[in-house]
């Protein structure tokens, strides 16, 4: 099942500013056994790492190199991955918060090659993922923020803070505003919490729009569902925006890239009518 690897000068998705998944990299095999291929792989990459991490040999290094395994198993598969954008980052002096819609595991598996090259990275997570075995050892030794999700205030300051302390270390920050994974975006269920670390920590804000409902989740076990490659995969970086006032202009503005984005991907969304008190606050 370990299929041939791509040469070393095959296009990598992190070079930017943007990626399509060339024809020739599809595996017969794989295709054919999406699931078990994929699946395989993953698990030997999160094994590796989750070692070495235990270790404290867990690097920048490991961590792109373990992400790009991710993207070519599902490559492999036949996925098809679109990247667009990454010049809105690639491009910036400082750190900033990348605020984007959570749709699958495929995201944070995946974003870890396209931005940490260029910028340290790391995650807003649940806590419980740092229970994972093998997994929760790898993500545990990128700094992330925790939440455990049972205090929402105690959430807030514990991001807020968290957010603060590490963007002024020159690290990034990745947040995903959502309470659940869904291929909607539902304004009444997308905070603001990113838009307000940025905004506490003087940095721009980047919107992420992504689709990757061809990693699905699962129904009993949530983060292991079928593989569907043919649904294709998306990721776009939308420009830096500096937050300004009470921040609500930038939070409409994220929430419209995204949500315009995923149209077009074909997963439509719910209508976004602009509360009285949003409308005042563009005036």
């Not at 990626?19 to 020739?24: F, L, M, Q, S, V």
């Not at 699931?35 to 404290?56: C, E, H, P, Q, T």
């Not at 991955?81 to 980052?89: A, L, P, R, T, V």
């Not at 202009?249 to 949500?259: D, G, V």
């Amino acid at each position: 099942m370990r299929g041939q690897q791509p040469p070393e000068n095959f296009p990598t998705p992190y070079a930017g500013p943007n990626y399509k998944t060339p024809a020739r990299i599809r595996q017969p095999l794989s295709c054919l056994l999406p699931n078990l291929s994929f699946y395989w792989r993953m698990a030997m990459i999160v094994r590796l790492g989750g070692a070495k991490a235990a270790a404290d040999a867990y690097g920048a290094e490991d961590w792109i190199t373990g992400s790009v395994g991710i993207v070519r198993a599902l490559e492999y598969c036949g996925g098809i991955f679109e990247i667009s954008g990454m010049e809105n980052f690639i491009n910036l002096s400082g750190p900033c918060v990348f605020v984007g819609n959570h749709m699958s595991t495929l995201e944070t598996f995946v974003l870890p090659c396209l931005i940490q090259p260029h910028r340290d990275v790391t995650f807003v997570v649940k806590e419980s993922l740092l229970r994972y075995p093998w997994f929760g050892r790898l993500l545990a030794s990128r700094d992330p923020i925790k939440v455990d999700r049972k205090d929402p205030r105690a959430d807030l300051t514990t991001m807020l803070q968290g957010g603060a302390e590490r963007l002024a270390r020159g690290r990034s920050l990745i947040v995903f505003p959502q309470g659940s994974r869904s291929t909607l975006v539902d304004p009444e269920h997308f905070n603001s919490i990113g838009v307000k670390i940025a905004k506490k920590a003087g940095v721009p804000a980047i919107p992420v729009a992504v689709r990757t409902d061809a990693w699905g989740n699962g129904n009993i076990f949530k983060d292991f569902g079928a593989i569907r490659p043919e649904l294709g995969i998306y990721f776009k970086f939308g420009p830096a925006m500096e937050i300004s006032g009470n921040g609500k202009s930038a939070h409409q503005e994220i929430l419209r890239f995204i949500q315009d984005n995923l149209t077009s991907w074909g997963l439509q969304q719910p209508v976004y009518a602009l509360k009285p008190d949003d409308i005042r606050a563009n005036q």
